[in-house]
T-cell receptor
């Protein structure tokens, strides 16, 4: 039973354009959401997070949007750069310390 | 700061063998986690710890054991290795639950 889903395995975007990565979840008790970026043969690295009391969080080129009624979050990268090419995972947590990750979206930014 | 370190980087086990995956962090974090990632899948939580002496099960704990005797170290023990445990294992740490997790580089384990 996948509590966090990323339905797009891959995404290609031209350099300079916007990348939008999507994530859906099923558990309404999740109160903390994160996005991680992963390069091959490395551990994930943290990108940005959002608490369930907010609907938007920005950090430089990265913005995360949370729509609690739709149980949906998205990561926007503007402008996209070739170095952004990686696998992106969304993750969610509820009180009780469990963390659930999506299956990842492989982003390719074309120069 | 070395951050989160994991040893070994690679290991091949035979069915039925046992081993311990080592994880250490030097950030004085309270929380530590073990995940596994199967090909084409996301990370699944095996075990976690909220402090020395306290551990709890994650989503996929069967076939594994952990201990946390110090703040720095969080070893993962595999008893009676099975082919289903072939995976990449990541250790992570964070100060609190609602803080970013810092990940180690991973251990690639193959059970034949």
């Amino acid at each position: 039973d996948q509590q966090v889903k990323q339905n797009s395995p891959s995404l290609s975007v031209q350099e300079g354009r916007i990348s939008i990565l999507n994530c859906d979840y099923t558990n309404s008790m999740f109160d903390y959401f994160l996005w991680y970026k992963k390069y091959p043969a490395e551990g994930p690295t943290f990108l940005i997070s959002i608490s369930s009391i907010k609907d938007k969080n920005e950090d430089g080129r990265f913005t995360v949007f949370l729509n609690k009624s739709a149980k949906h979050l998205s990561l926007h990268i503007v402008p996209s750069q070739p170095g952004d090419s990686a696998v992106y995972f969304c993750a969610a947590s509820a009180i009780g310390n469990q963390f659930y990750f999506g299956t990842g979206t492989s982003l390719t930014v074309i120069p | 700061n070395a951050g989160v370190t994991q040893t070994p980087k690679f290991r091949i086990l035979k069915i039925g063998q046992s081993m311990t995956l080592q994880c250490a962090q030097d950030m004085n974090h309270n929380y530590m986690y073990w995940y596994r990632q199967d090909p084409g899948m996301g990370l699944k939580l095996i075990y976690y710890s909220v402090g020395a002496g306290i551990t709890d099960k994650g989503e996929v704990p069967n076939g594994y054991n952990v201990s946390r005797s110090t703040t720095e170290d969080f070893p993962l023990r595999l008893e009676l290795a099975a082919p289903s445990q072939t995976s990449v294992y990541f250790c992570a740490s964070s100060q609190q639950r609602i803080n970013e997790q810092f990940f180690g580089p991973g251990t690639r384990l193959t059970v034949l």
